[in-house]
C-alpha cells in the first residue's frame, strides 16, 4: 500500500464527511464492494476540530492500527486482541496476547462505532480517541512501550514509516501526537450499520425479520433500554449490572472498582461501561473480566444470577424479590433470535478495514 490513501476509500470517505450537507441516512456510501451505511438517524462521521478525518490519516491510522511496529517486541499490534473478524473483539476473556503473555485484567472490548461513543474503556478511563491507543501503547503486558521515545526513535529510523506520516501530515509528520490523531482517524471509521436489523430499519427490500425477533426486539425496548439505548445501542453510561459483592470492590483497583477508578466516587463503585449490542452474538464472552462465555448464560445472569450491592442499578431491584429481569425460556429464545440480526457480515469482512496490503 501506498502512503496515501486507496482511490476506492477516498471518495466515500468525503462523501461521509459530506454527510451533515444533506445525505440521507438511509444512502448507502459506497466502499469497496458493497454499501456501506450509518446507523439510522445519523448523517456523518463526527470528528474533532483538530483532527478532520482525511483519506490520508485514516489509511495512516489502518496501517498502523494492523502493525507490530509499534510494539516493543515487533510482534503485537492493536489488531492482535482487536480482530476484525469478531467485530474487533478478542475471544479469550483475558487476553494473554500482548509483549509479556501474561493475562490482561479486563476483557478486550468490541471497537465498534466509536466516533459517536462518549467515554471509552470499560471505566471509562480515556476522553476520547486521540487519547485511547496511549494506555495500550504503554502498558507493560499489552505492546510494551513503558518509554515512547524509544517507540518514536524505532519509528523514525525506517524511511517508509517516516513517508507515510509525511503523506498524512506533510514534512515533519512524524510525531506522537499525529500517531494517535491516525488510530483515532481510523478508529472512527470502524461503523457497524449495515446488519438484517438495520437494513430492516431502513426498509430495504425483502429485508424482514421473523414474528420471533420482532418479540426480542420489543423485549430488548422494554428491558434492555434505557442501558441499550437509540441506534447505538448504548446510552454511553455506567452500571452495576449485579457481577459482585461489596465486598469484590477494590480488591483489585483495575478488574473491580469499575468507574470509581477514575471518578473516586463510592457510588460508582462496580460500574462499567454499556457495551454496545451491536454484533453481540459474535463477541463472547462477555462482561468487564469475560466471566460468562453465551448469551444464554448472559441472559440467566439477569433473569436470576444477579448479586445484591448497594450499588446495584435500581433498575435491576425488585421489592422482595430478587434482583434481575422477568424473562421465561420463550423470552430468552426470542431476545437471543434479536440478538443475532444485529450481526454485521459487511463490517466483519470489510476490506478497508483490513490489514492494508
Same mark, same amino acid.
Given at each position: 500500500?501506498?502512503? #496515501?490513501?486507496?482511490? $476506492?476509500?477516498?471518495?466515500?470517505?468525503? #462523501?461521509?464527511?459530506?454527510?451533515?450537507?444533506?445525505?440521507?441516512? $438511509? $444512502?448507502?456510501?459506497?466502499?469497496?464492494?458493497?454499501?456501506?451505511?450509518?446507523?439510522?438517524?445519523?448523517?456523518?462521521?463526527?470528528?474533532?476540530?483538530?483532527?478532520?478525518?482525511?483519506?490520508?490519516?485514516?489509511?495512516?491510522? =489502518?496501517?498502523?492500527?494492523?502493525?507490530?511496529?509499534?510494539?516493543?517486541?515487533?510482534?503485537?499490534?492493536?489488531?492482535?486482541?482487536?480482530?476484525?473478524?469478531?467485530?474487533?473483539?478478542?475471544?479469550?476473556?483475558?487476553?494473554?496476547?500482548?509483549?509479556?503473555? =501474561?493475562?490482561?485484567?479486563?476483557?478486550?472490548?468490541?471497537?465498534?462505532?466509536?466516533?459517536?461513543?462518549?467515554?471509552?474503556?470499560?471505566?471509562?478511563?480515556?476522553?476520547?480517541?486521540?487519547?485511547?491507543?496511549? #494506555?495500550?501503547?504503554?502498558?507493560?503486558?499489552?505492546?510494551?512501550?513503558?518509554?515512547?521515545?524509544?517507540?518514536?526513535?524505532?519509528?523514525?529510523?525506517?524511511?517508509?514509516?517516516? @513517508?507515510?506520516?509525511? /503523506?498524512?501530515?506533510?514534512?515533519?509528520? %512524524?510525531?506522537?501526537?499525529?500517531?494517535?490523531?491516525?488510530?483515532?482517524?481510523? *478508529?472512527?471509521?470502524?461503523?457497524?450499520?449495515? $446488519? =438484517?436489523?438495520?437494513?430492516?430499519?431502513?426498509?430495504?427490500?425483502?429485508?424482514?425479520?421473523?414474528?420471533?425477533?420482532? *418479540?426480542? %426486539?420489543?423485549?430488548?425496548?422494554?428491558?434492555?433500554?434505557?442501558?441499550?439505548?437509540?441506534?447505538?445501542?448504548?446510552?454511553?453510561?455506567?452500571?452495576?449490572?449485579?457481577?459482585?459483592?461489596?465486598? /469484590?470492590?477494590?480488591?483489585?483497583?483495575?478488574?473491580?472498582?469499575?468507574? +470509581? =477508578?477514575?471518578?473516586?466516587?463510592?457510588?460508582?463503585?462496580?460500574?462499567?461501561?454499556?457495551?454496545?449490542?451491536?454484533?453481540? #452474538?459474535?463477541?463472547?464472552?462477555?462482561?468487564?473480566?469475560?466471566? %460468562?462465555?453465551?448469551?444464554? /448464560?448472559?441472559?440467566?445472569?439477569?433473569?436470576?444470577?444477579?448479586?445484591?450491592?448497594?450499588?446495584?442499578?435500581?433498575?435491576?431491584?425488585?421489592?422482595?424479590?430478587?434482583?434481575?429481569?422477568?424473562?421465561?425460556?420463550?423470552?430468552? /429464545?426470542?431476545?437471543? +433470535?434479536?440478538?443475532?440480526?444485529?450481526?454485521?457480515?459487511?463490517?466483519?469482512?470489510?476490506? @478497508?478495514?483490513?490489514?492494508?496490503?
Amino acid at each position: 500500500m501506498t502512503p #496515501a490513501a486507496p482511490r $476506492s476509500l477516498a471518495a466515500p470517505l468525503l #462523501a461521509l464527511l459530506l454527510g451533515a450537507c444533506g445525505q440521507s441516512p $438511509s $444512502s448507502p456510501v459506497e466502499e469497496g464492494p458493497f454499501p456501506r451505511h450509518l446507523p439510522v438517524g445519523m448523517t456523518s462521521i463526527p470528528s474533532r476540530p483538530d483532527n478532520p478525518l482525511t483519506p490520508e490519516g485514516v489509511a495512516l491510522g =489502518r496501517w498502523l492500527f494492523h502493525s507490530p511496529r509499534l510494539s516493543s517486541n515487533g510482534q503485537v499490534s492493536c489488531a492482535t486482541c482487536h480482530e476484525q473478524g469478531r467485530a474487533f473483539a478478542d475471544d479469550a476473556a483475558l487476553t494473554r496476547r500482548g509483549v509479556s503473555g =501474561r493475562p490482561l485484567v479486563r476483557h478486550a472490548p468490541a471497537l465498534i462505532n466509536l466516533a459517536w461513543m462518549d467515554g471509552l474503556f470499560w471505566d471509562g478511563g480515556s476522553k476520547n480517541l486521540e487519547s485511547l491507543s496511549l #494506555a495500550p501503547l504503554t502498558h507493560p503486558d499489552e505492546m510494551g512501550n513503558v518509554q515512547l521515545p524509544l517507540m518514536m526513535a524505532r519509528l523514525e529510523e525506517q524511511p517508509e514509516v517516516v @513517508e507515510r506520516f509525511e /503523506a498524512a501530515f506533510g514534512t515533519g509528520g %512524524l510525531s506522537l501526537s499525529n500517531l494517535l490523531r491516525s488510530l483515532a482517524q481510523f *478508529q472512527r471509521t470502524l461503523v457497524s450499520a449495515d $446488519s =438484517r436489523y438495520d437494513q430492516w430499519r431502513r426498509g430495504e427490500p425483502g429485508a424482514r425479520l421473523s414474528d420471533q425477533e420482532l *418479540q426480542g %426486539l420489543e423485549l430488548v425496548q422494554r428491558h434492555c433500554a434505557p442501558c441499550h439505548a437509540s441506534e447505538l445501542f448504548t446510552d454511553n453510561a455506567y452500571h452495576n449490572n449485579g457481577l459482585d459483592t461489596d465486598e /469484590a470492590f477494590g480488591e483489585d483497583e483495575a478488574e473491580t472498582r469499575g468507574r +470509581a =477508578r477514575v471518578s473516586q466516587r463510592p457510588e460508582d463503585e462496580g460500574h462499567f461501561k454499556t457495551p454496545t449490542l451491536r454484533n453481540i #452474538a459474535i463477541t463472547a464472552p462477555y462482561m468487564h473480566d469475560g466471566r %460468562l462465555a453465551t448469551l444464554e /448464560a448472559v441472559l440467566e445472569h439477569y433473569r436470576g444470577g444477579m448479586v445484591v450491592s448497594t450499588t446495584l442499578d435500581a433498575a435491576f431491584q425488585r421489592v422482595g424479590q430478587r434482583p434481575g429481569l422477568p424473562l421465561d425460556d420463550a423470552d430468552k /429464545a426470542a431476545i437471543v +433470535a434479536f440478538l443475532h440480526t444485529l450481526t454485521d457480515e459487511a463490517f466483519l469482512s470489510a476490506a @478497508e478495514l483490513a490489514p492494508p496490503p
